[in-house]
């Protein structure tokens, strides 16, 4: 048993775009009037439902997406790598933490060892960012936390980190030696 | 080609192998599986064997080893029966008919090809339904909310003048290590800029990087205003004619229940 | 205002694949056995209506999918779907999928024909694949079928595939079919 409703709803839902009323129409066989009318007792009846999705009017069309207050869950889901970071990732997000922001020289002169991998990964799980230049020779990216590396952590802000323990200053001062040494200091 | 026995078909079908046939030349000729009657069954294999028009080898050489098996089955019924005694090895195991091994494959066989028509149904309903492409984890799903002035040509027409007016590598350094810069990145540059302006929006001169650059840092910049304003993420404005291009955010999009710029896509958990 | 049910509603419709209650218990943060209930009642509630939607157990988890009637309508939007597998490729998974893990040789033999090519598309394809090695000289591949093909013929798991007609009944079925197959009828 097919119903014009659901015909509408099955369109809506294989299809990536917005769907204009023309071709509703002409895939289910019945006027744009019928069609309207289908797709506003679909809007009408996921309104009304604690239903995750909604049907939308959007770019000149039709379209069937999730509600904005399930975004936190979906994007749980579909994180990329949505599992917690390997420990290169750890320690080099926690240097930019502390030090940010600097270039990427400067962290592997801390770490002694290269961090292409790393960044790229931090960079697409958006922990880490460029924030600016340094204004050296080749402008290096100057990289920095980001809100989501807030969010990961659980902190509110940046003031929220950890202070480095009394005997533990020696971390600070061996970053900057580190940093000295490898004559990328700044 | 003459045949010596011709086949009781219309048409002749593409077999899938040996067993294919001989299961349909049983079926066909209405046999009883359990008492082949070899001397018409061989015949009829061979028939259709010789029947191939275009052999394919690699298929060809097994139906060949069949043939043969054939024949050699076919050899051996038509010997005198042994006396009933002799029915028995040395161990008291009775000796098998010397069709039971085939008989035992093409039952075996038989029994997948009927299956294989029960799986066919259930594809064939499967592919009756459909699926969604699985959302990707990024802001391309923002809702479009058309806003600002400018076309898309209006930037490239600047991208090419100040590209033309490079003195081409007097400005780059390269002797220093040299930097990945990604689309990405410097998407993410431009909008978290734009958004830090405001309203009030950043101009297209303060976001071109400070010299010495390189020429891809320009391309990216523009390349990264260019799918900023595709996605709508930023609106670009200019007051007058050649003037100074302006780049903002884009507003929340207004349109009704509100938010939908999260929509599918848990941007509200990335990208502030 | 989110509850359960449109967590997992907006999950499903967001992933293009089968979720596991795990990944679903994950995403949502409740436990298996509230996101198994909130799946079944997202099932009925898809089942009453004249929805053009349906909730799926399918490939070893559960998925968004359009109800079958209405395929024709989304024919007319959508491209035609991909092809069936041929005959061959059609019974060597079925062997496959009856008598896993098995070898190559084992499968030829059954079907007394090579199956090299169809084994390479059957991988490709994804409905089978490599699930271990057997402990015989030469150490060949063991073949098993996948959750993809699970997803193919759309069932939930393997206990879903028709029962397999002991010698008995496939005798009986060769006899009813060669009588049919030379039109005398049963």
């Not at chain 1, 940046?158 to 004559?183: F, I, K, Q, R, Y």
């Not at chain 2, 080893?65 to 040395?90: G, Y």
């Not at chain 2, 592919?127 to 806003?147: H, I, N, V, W």
């Amino acid at each position: 048993m097919r119903s014009l409703l659901g015909m509408v709803e099955a369109l809506l839902f294989v299809s990536g775009e917005p769907l204009s009323l023309k071709s509703l129409a002409r895939a289910t066989e019945w006027d744009e009037e019928a069609v309207l009318e289908a797709l506003k007792e679909l809007q009408e009846r996921y309104s009304q439902s604690d239903t995750g999705l909604q049907v939308l009017e959007i770019g000149g069309g039709w379209q069937l997406g999730t509600r904005p207050e399930y975004a936190p869950t979906i994007g749980k889901l579909l994180a990329p790598h949505a599992n917690r970071l390997t420990r290169p990732a750890l320690e080099t997000v926690t240097i930019i933490a502390y030090r940010q922001p600097l270039t990427q020289a400067e962290i592997e002169a801390i770490r002694g060892v290269g961090c292409d991998g790393v960044l790229k990964t931090l960079t697409e799980r958006e922990l880490i960012g460029e924030v600016g230049r340094k204004q050296t020779p080749g402008r290096p990216i100057l990289y920095g936390t980001t809100t989501q590396f807030l969010h990961y952590f659980g902190m509110a802000n940046l003031e929220e980190l950890p202070p480095l323990p009394d005997e533990e200053e020696s971390v600070e001062e061996e970053m900057t030696m580190a940093l000295n040494a490898a004559g990328v200091g700044g | 080609m003459p045949l010596a026995v011709a086949p009781p078909l219309v048409h002749l079908p593409a077999f899938e192998g040996p067993l294919d046939l001989l299961l349909h030349l049983v079926r066909q000729g209405r046999m009883d599986i359990f008492d082949l009657p070899m001397v018409t069954l061989c015949d009829q294999y061979l028939g259709h064997i010789r029947a191939m028009e275009h052999p394919d080898l690699s298929v060809a050489g097994e139906f060949f080893v069949m043939a043969a098996t054939l024949l050699e089955i076919k050899s051996r019924m038509l010997l005198p029966a042994p006396p009933r005694e002799e029915t028995e090895d040395e161990d008291g195991a009775e000796i098998e008919d010397p069709r039971a091994a085939l008989v035992r494959q093409l039952l075996e066989y038989g029994r997948f090809q009927s299956i294989a028509d029960a799986l066919r149904d259930r594809e064939g309903e499967r592919q009756r339904l459909f699926f969604r492409e699985p959302t990707g984890y990024s802001p391309e799903y923002a809702l479009p909310a058309k806003f600002g002035e400018l076309s898309a040509d209006a930037l490239l027409k600047t991208l090419e003048r100040m590209l033309a007016s490079f003195d081409d590598g007097s400005h780059s350094v390269t002797s220093v290590r040299r930097q990945k810069v990604t689309l990405k990145m410097t998407m993410r540059l431009v909008l978290g800029r734009a958004n830090a302006a405001g309203e009030a929006g950043i101009s297209l001169s303060e976001l071109l990087p400070e010299p010495p650059f390189e020429r891809i840092e320009i391309i990216l910049l523009f390349l990264s205003l260019l799918e900023l304003l595709k996605q709508d993420l930023i609106g670009v404005f200019q007051d007058v004619f050649c003037g100074e291009i302006r780049i903002m955010p884009a507003p929340p999009a207004p349109v009704p229940h509100g938010g939908e710029s999260e929509l599918a896509s848990a941007r509200g958990t990335s990208n502030a």
